[in-house]
């Protein structure tokens, strides 16, 4: 929900609009560049369950009330989020790369959308996180899923986490 400042007959009121998310939100931000020096994560992934579907890729503000928040909600407040989505690779090493405005925190997701209906599926998908924290049935803290930024690209591993039994793990 975006609240917005209007006014009416010279006085102003607060309204609440819905702004509906698209999947490209955050996505040119997180776009990285050839060559480019600034701050970055460079993201290899291991374990993929199989080589399906999407991969997207998700920085969020390092602490508990933003991580995971609704994309619209951080953008209209100004806050950090980027989004990179590509097709999981037929074979080879997997890696993803995401622009940071900054060297510092933040808390990181991946989701392997396997069906690629771009949401997630605890029977379906699998997911990981900066940190590469133990899952139980609830997202972990922030703090669990933060990697920090260098003034230039960070080298980090996500291992993907799936359903298994009664939890989500990694397959190996």
């Known amino acids: 929900m975006k609240r917005l400042l209007v006014s009416v007959m010279g006085s102003p009121f607060l309204i609440a609009a819905t702004i509906p998310s698209t999947p490209d939100l955050g996505t040119a931000e997180g776009r990285c560049r050839s060559h480019e020096p600034g701050p970055s994560f460079l993201v290899t992934v291991e374990g993929l369950k199989d080589r399906s579907g999407k991969l997207k890729?998700?920085?969020?503000?390092?602490?508990?009330?933003?991580?995971?928040?609704?994309?619209n909600i951080l953008i209209s407040a100004g806050k950090t989020f980027r989004r990179v989505e590509q097709s999981v690779p037929a074979s080879g090493p997997v890696r993803l790369c995401v622009r940071l405005p900054s060297a510092g925190s933040y808390a990181v997701s991946l989701l392997?959308?396997?069906?690629s209906n771009r949401k997630f599926s605890w029977r379906v998908?699998?997911?990981?996180?900066?940190?590469?924290?133990?899952l139980g049935w609830?997202?972990?803290?922030?703090?669990?899923?933060?990697?920090?930024a260098r003034s230039g690209p960070t080298q980090i591993e996500i291992v993907m986490n799936y359903r298994r039994g009664f939890g989500m793990r990694p397959i190996r």
Request: no cysteine.
């Open 112 to 115: 392997h959308d396997r069906d």
């Open 125 to 134: 998908d699998g997911i990981g996180f900066a940190g590469n924290p133990k």
């Open 138 to 148: 609830s997202k972990p803290p922030a703090s669990d899923a933060t990697a920090i």
């Open 57 to 71: 890729l998700e920085v969020y503000p390092a602490n508990d009330p933003d991580f995971l928040e609704d994309d």
